[in-house]
């Protein structure tokens, strides 16, 4: 094998800067939290819990000590996730917030993702409900001074079905204003209508549950909306995003998606001016939901046109389908790309030692779909939309993605991403109510969320109540973060794979002027990886290996001046600096 390497085709790729990020900067480390969950301290979890029932955390929980033990995990962006006012079932008429309509909304709390008004905040995150926009001002000036940037959802493709501002600035007008509701479209509406016919609310599917009482069938809406989805009927399916309404860009969908962007569709310029509102209080980029269900051309002028004023905002798009990466990235402006499709759904497979799991794919991620874009994108094992590494459905121990999350956070210099939690292994366990027992942290329901309790420590944030094997996970993620977020190989350096002798492992070398670093990810659960790696002569540049340590653990491998010998045990990882 150490023979035959020296002669294979070296594949080698050199990673371009993103833009929004010199080499003299660190590697972008995105923390996304929910405050809905992350300074929840109370821990009754009765499912489908009211806010008095189960509570929830505020702005004001995330205190400057809960920032510092976000920056031990070398983190440079908080991802607020749920900050903008959204549809949801708690009564705040006290404050002139009415609660919404049960038929149209998902959970009690309500999904983050149904926005009910774009100028205005969660009231459930606020001390004082009246002063909430302030409590959130003072939470982004809190990250700001632990020089820490903030990000927060742009959900640019629907609304709440009940959309209604109430604290809109002078001369905004609501979606739907002036719409002429008697056509199923046009390019002057923000929404899509079926004429003539009510909106009817799917049947209710399942058992019975707290909020079932609260549902009586009927949502008054005539004629009705389209859905978020792309349903364009008055009767969406229970399955469908039927608590949403699309929003209309100026693409008729009836007609084959014919298009008409001349003169600009009135979303597109209150979207804008969204955007700005939320960057004029500090906010320094946006998570753009579900940024391939709106048409490209938008995104083509509405980042220039938001960056005119604030040059510095990055923009990350949730994308799902390579074939437009590209398009999405370089004619659309976006700074960052989800790589959910490539990178995250084979390491999935490779974590859960699935028997059609191969390495090949972490190959193809970087080789193929993203070649020449790698630090353009976003890489991460965990988020609110899909399954805790530590679940029962998916590999019901956190150590098994330690391999994984050794590859996201170095194959590239683009952004690496944990979701709260995740470093304590936090499993998403119980039935919390419309999330259902899903593998996953609800976004829909009032909750507190255990393990990551242990860390809080009733607010001490110190990690206090946490396990051994749970201070060792979280200790391999600081480790990890600070190597992979400051290291000159993986921020400028070119790749090149390395063969092993198993097809449960992977294995490259990152390397630059100053540092070379070898990458290995031993998969396989029961065998080692135990293999002398000759050096190819271009790489050692008359520079022989005088040392060659693991910088997770500071181990030291055996090594000639030529070569490392490889000592990898299962389910482990190293990057060994020579």
Known sequence: ??????????????????????????????????????????????????????????????????????????????????????????????????????????????????????????????????????????????????????????????????????????????????????????????????????????????????????????????????????????????????????????????????????????????MRDILVYWAGKGVDGFRCDMAEMVPVAFWVWVIPEVKKQYPDLIFIGEAYNPAVYKEYLYTGHFDYLYDKVGLYDGLKKLIRNEPGASIKDISKVWQVESAGFGDKMLRFLENHDEERIASAGFAGNAAYAIPAMVVSATLSAGPVMLYFGQEVGEPGKGLEGFGGEDNRTTIFDYWGVPEHQKWMNKGAFDGGLLSPEQQKLRTFYQQLMKVSGTSEAVLKGEILEVPLQTERAYAFIRYSGNQRLLVVANFDRDQSVSQEINIPENLLNGRNITQAVDLLTGTKNAHTNLSISLKVLPGTAQIIEF
């Open 1 to 270: 094998m150490n023979k035959s390497f020296r002669n294979i085709t070296l594949i080698v790729l050199m990673y371009i800067g993103s833009s929004g990020m010199s080499m003299a900067q660190s590697k972008p480390i995105i923390y996304q939290l929910l405050p809905r969950l992350f300074g929840n301290q109370q821990s009754n979890n009765i499912a489908y819990g009211t806010i008095e029932q189960n509570g929830t955390g505020k702005f004001n929980d995330i205190s400057f000590k809960a920032l510092d033990g976000l920056k031990e995990l070398s983190v440079t962006h908080v991802w607020y996730t749920g900050v903008v006012a959204h549809a949801s079932l708690t009564d705040y008429s006290a404050f002139g917030i009415k609660p919404d309509d049960a038929d149209v909304v998902k959970g009690r709390a309500g999904s983050p993702y149904a926005i009910r008004d774009y100028y205005d905040v969660d009231p459930d995150l606020a001390v004082d409900v009246n002063n909430r926009m302030a409590e959130f001002e003072a939470l982004i000036s809190r990250t700001h001074q632990k020089d820490l940037k903030v990000l927060i959802d742009f959900v640019p493709n629907h609304v709440a079905r009940h959309y209604h501002s109430l604290v809109k600035p002078a001369g905004v007008e609501d979606f739907g204003f002036r719409d002429d509701v008697s056509k199923s479209f046009s390019a002057a509406n923000d929404y899509y209508y079926v004429p003539g016919k009510p909106f009817v609310v799917p049947a209710n599917e399942g058992q019975p549950n707290p909020l079932t009482a609260l549902k009586d069938g009927r949502f008054d809406e005539n004629p009705a909306k389209a859905t978020g989805n792309n349903v364009f009927s008055q009767s969406p399916s229970s399955g469908d995003w039927y608590e949403t309404v699309k929003l209309n860009y100026g693409v008729d969908y009836a007609n084959g998606e014919k298009k008409y962007f001349e003169p600009i569709p009135p979303v597109w310029t209150k």
